[in-house]
């Protein structure tokens, strides 16, 4: 759940042309070219997922919401079976705004769109990116219908994780993170949409960049596609790998990174019951947090390769 002063009135200003062809048009001009094939997909000996979401010690309605889609089936060039996953999660904004209007809709029409367009391949990179446009659209349009102005805009992030075996594609928008953790550590792979980041990358100090906030820079719904911009990325999974996609109720305050070995490194141990590790962080992320709604999605995966 966001506050309404935590979006920016008017999103960071960008070239809204290509050409003489708008970024939709070529966006959508991209994402109709051949699937771009990746190098072969290794095969996974497990895939598990779960899925948590808990209103906070201080909000009254939980306006998070996620998603997780997860097969198991047998192709011909893989009998001894073929994983695939599409995992969702987003945070709405605007309280009495109807957060949790924009945050549903958004992760549904982004489950039907991906679903739809996922054949044997993942969708492209633009395709993902398509995807994060189409949702922006249908949040939007329902603020149009309802004349929506101002902070009376509803809005939401998104992160999503899309898995094929041992790839991984993903894309987000606003502060709702992407975690990669491994035997090496926790990585954060996204950067937060909000106003802070964006003085840190135009050369502010970080001192500087706290005067700016947490407001956001970038959300689903509440402006044309034009300034959204999402920017996929694909990886490749070659050893035990943990991914947690989380609204900021549990990344605030460093949460993560400051309990990643007492919560998260035991997530790695096959062992261990995923849901029960989730559940503890979801605890500590109440005690230690509790301000805002907090939503988790744990993704494990291990590599054909991998030791037992």
Not at 50 to 61: A, F, L, P, Q, S
Not at 75 to 82: A, E, F, K, Q, V
Not at 110 to 132: C, D, F, K, V
Not at 170 to 187: A, C, E, M
Request: charged share 20%.
């Amino acid at each position: 759940m966001k506050d309404n002063n935590q979006l920016l009135t008017h999103p960071q200003k960008s070239t809204p042309k290509m050409g003489s062809v708008s970024y939709q048009e070529a966006l959508k001009k991209w994402s109709e070219r051949p699937t771009q094939l990746l190098s072969s997909s290794q095969s996974l000996s497990s895939l598990e997922s779960i899925g948590r979401t808990d209103v906070g010690r201080e909000r009254t309605h939980n306006e998070d919401y996620f998603s997780i889609d997860q097969q198991h089936f047998c192709t011909p060039d893989l009998p001894d079976g073929s994983y695939r996953g599409l995992y969702i999660l987003c945070d709405g904004m605007g309280g009495m705004a109807k957060g949790e209007v924009a945050s549903e809709l958004a992760t549904k029409t982004l489950r039907s769109y991906l679903n739809s367009r996922w054949q044997r391949h993942l969708p492209t990179e633009i395709g993902l990116e398509l995807a994060m446009n189409t949702a922006n659209k249908a949040v939007y349009e329902r603020n149009q219908r309802e004349q929506r102005a101002g902070s009376g805009r509803m809005g939401t992030t998104a992160v999503v994780v899309m898995v094929n075996n041992s790839h991984i594609r993903y894309v987000h928008i606003g502060d709702s993170r992407l975690y990669r953790l491994t035997r090496k550590g926790l990585q954060q792979l996204t950067t937060d949409h909000n106003a802070y980041q964006r003085a840190l990358q135009r050369g502010y100090s970080l001192e500087e960049a706290q005067a700016y906030g947490p407001q956001l820079t970038k959300a689903l719904g509440p402006w044309s596609g034009e300034s959204l911009r999402p920017q996929s990325q694909t990886l490749a999974v070659e050893e035990d790998t943990v991914f947690l996609l989380c609204s900021d109720g549990l990344s605030d305050h460093d949460l993560l990174e400051n309990h990643t070995h007492s919560h998260l490194m035991g997530l790695l141990d096959f062992r261990t019951d995923l849901a029960h590790g989730i559940d503890q962080l979801m605890t500590l992320a109440n005690q230690k947090n509790g301000h805002d709604n907090i939503t988790a999605v744990a993704v494990r995966l291990r590599p054909q390769q991998s030791s037992v």
